[in-house]
């Protein structure tokens, strides 16, 4: 078995040779899918050399075409980070596999037994931005919960990508599994829209990136897709809330690390908090270097630079917060309902009947009352692992560990029943 | 509050109304929901006359039409049949709300609670073909779920749907709910197109109805759909089983209801029965007036009609089947795995191995052993409720009840914790 992908596949092609890999994956067990997961982490170690000059290459390009140096951290690996990657494939091992839980069971009243088992999807495609640990990390997550993996990474990750990919398909080699359970699929932006296509090949497409990827993917894709992602979050303070509970809050939620899905890009401030909380808050942010984007009302109390049209629907992803007094908590709910994007929501209050009413009302993956934003996440919530966090209402909402990584099926056994 | 829908509304002006409506349901307790699903189920019993006359306009259009006697009969309403829609909500009334079900909950280590909660999606697109019962049903269902209902019959069904849906808008405005939590989308076929780009607007799409409807739904919609039904099913007699059973379940399966998706609709005999089996299979079914399509292998045994090129794609839903002998059970998995629909798919073996295999291998919304595939049903499992078998493997797999009709959430309350 080559550790080489096929070079000049089509998508068609390389999805056909996924679907074979996911058909021996499906069959495959837990210590095997284990064993592979610390075969790759190993080629991983191996390959370190090969992956950093790869990586150079990659980032000497991204530099010489004038990117920034935000961006060129994002794609730069280093010793450290090459680590990371084969950690966190050791990690998955560690993880249960979802592949064969029984989710319920029954039997009918004519002895027909019936459970609902759970299964890989088949193939997924992944479709992201620069990071290039996502291939390492994306591709582990697949191969435990049984699924082949189609890697879609961005051109200026060329390099670095395909550099770990030959890793991750030796590991799958060496450990018995087919090469084809990981790969990359390279070429031109057509490529992309071939891989929306190829319906009925690919089970399920879900883009990690900005708002404009993942917009493309939802509205062309003709495979089913798990939109992920975008945070345009929330922290609502109420008129009966603790003032210092709603300063750390709202600090940790906009600089533990701004540049998250789950950061909060508006503080909605209750009118009769206004006078002792906004001076406040606008000092403590100002001291944690935040720039807050406010109207007159707010400008009243602090330093503010004026709102921008668009600042409202904005995911700043930086150290900029919008700031807005609003006169109830049924405006803070309008507010809400108007601009979110449906990730993580937040209210700090004392009062039960609004902490009820915020967590009925509000329609996002997660709702929170008197904790950070930051808590969303499949780390926080415990899950070992995490593909991304679903702000679609079908299949997973909220952050995707192993489990959402998979289907079901129901198996149905009889002794010859037949309906009368 | 009117319990006529407004004349001439676009589809994201009704879409606005059911968002509207949807946040009141969401609100809406289980007693509320079932008060009016009793009040709904009262009106189309008083609607009665209303509902017949329409009804047979419908059907004195689809006669002068050419309109073949099967689908004329499907649109046929009968004081029996309205009676049975009434039956169905109140049967829904009896059944437990999924919403605010906790799926499952944990407290982290720093005292954040977490617990993941059924919600409903909000505004469900139901887009169906010709019988005006599904009508009845399918809002049922929405509003049980907490979803308000945008119900696309097809222009044949016109009157009929538009008299039901008066009526179950006339039960819900008495209950003190939005009659806009149920509403008709009528119009032209480019209406199809504007609810599936209601994106944002329209939660999820379900289309019910034929392959060609589902098809174009699937392809063209920017709102997530859920596949429904197309059942291309086999049964697969291993060279293990018991020919009686075998018998059995086939002719059940075939004869029992056979215009419906989980119809078994190509038998796959090991070649080591054929001797035994065939004969005696194709002499029972021939008397229970199943045409059988079969190449020579098969003729050989028993009277049957020549294969034709697509018998074995093609979901019959008729009392046709094409029998095929294949070599093993190897040969029958690739068999299915090329023609299947992913709906219903059957083994009769008494060999634990072929159970076992048939069950990993094949891909499909449910698998089954030694039982009738007309088990694969939401009635059958016990649901109480059925929108239809999805067979797509994103959020919903196979039979669709109330809680396959809702979202979670994550409700995640603290005590000011923040992350470190």
């Given amino acids: 078995m080559s550790d080489e992908q096929t070079a000049g596949s089509t998508v068609r092609e390389q999805a056909e040779r996924a679907r074979a890999a996911a058909l021996v994956l499906g069959r495959t067990t837990r210590a095997g ?7 790759m982490a190993d080629a991983l170690g191996k390959a370190e050399p090969a992956i950093l ?5 990659d980032v000497a390009r ?27 494939l050791r990690d998955l091992a560690g993880l249960p596999d979802p592949v064969g839980d029984v989710v319920r069971g029954w039997t009918n009243p004519n002895g ?31 191969l435990k919960s049984g699924n082949a993996a189609m890697l879609r990474g961005s051109s200026s990750a060329a390099e670095s990508n395909a550099a770990v990919v030959a890793a991750l398909r030796a ?8 090469a084809d359970a990981v790969q990359l699929v390279p070429g031109p932006r057509s490529v992309t829209g071939e891989l929306m296509a190829a319906r009925g090949l690919v089970d399920v497409l879900i883009p990690r990136g900005g708002a404009g990827l993942i917009d493309t993917v939802v509205r062309n894709s003709q495979v089913p897709v798990i939109e992920t992602g975008v945070g345009n979050c929330h922290l609502f303070v109420d008129a009966s809330a603790d003032a ?5 809050i709202m600090l940790n939620a906009k600089t533990q690390r701004p540049s998250v899905c789950n950061a909060v890009e508006t503080l909605l401030v209750h009118a009769d908090l206004a006078d002792t909380f906004l001076p406040r808050v606008l000092a403590v942010l100002a001291s944690a270097g935040v720039t807050v984007h406010a109207d007159e009302r707010v400008a009243a109390y602090g330093e503010v630079v004026p709102l921008a049209p668009g ?12 700031v807005v007094v609003v006169d109830s908590l049924d405006a803070a709910l309008t507010h809400v309902r108007t601009y979110s994007t449906g990730h993580s929501e937040t209210i700090v209050t004392d009062s039960q009947t609004s902490a009820a009413r915020w967590t009925a009302e509000v329609d996002a993956a ?10 969303v996440d499949g780390g926080e919530f415990g899950f070992g692992a995490e593909i991304g966090i679903s702000t679609q209402k079908l299949h997973a909402r909220g952050p995707m560990g192993l489990p959402e990584m998979t289907s079901t099926k129901y198996v149905v056994t009889g002794t010859g029943q037949t309906r009368a």
């Fill in 33 to 39: 899918k284990d064993a592979a997961l610390y075969a």
């Fill in 53 to 57: 000059e790869a990586n150079e290459r």
């Fill in 62 to 88: 991204a530099e010489a075409a004038g990117t920034t140096a935000a961006l060129v951290d994002r794609l730069r690996l280093t010793p450290d980070r090459v680590e990371a990657m084969a950690t966190g």
């Fill in 112 to 142: 027909v037994q019936v459970r609902q088992v759970r299964v890989p999807f088949g193939v997924v495609g992944i479709i992201y931005e620069a990071r290039p640990n996502v291939t390492a990390d994306a591709g582990g997550i697949c």
């Fill in 171 to 178: 590991g799958l080699a060496e450990a018995g599994l087919p």
């Fill in 244 to 248: 210092e509970m709603a300063i750390g």
């Fill in 311 to 322: 600042d409202l629907e904005e995911e700043f992803l930086s150290l900029d917060l919008a």
């Fill in 366 to 375: 997660a709702v929170l009352v008197n904790a950070s934003s930051r808590f």
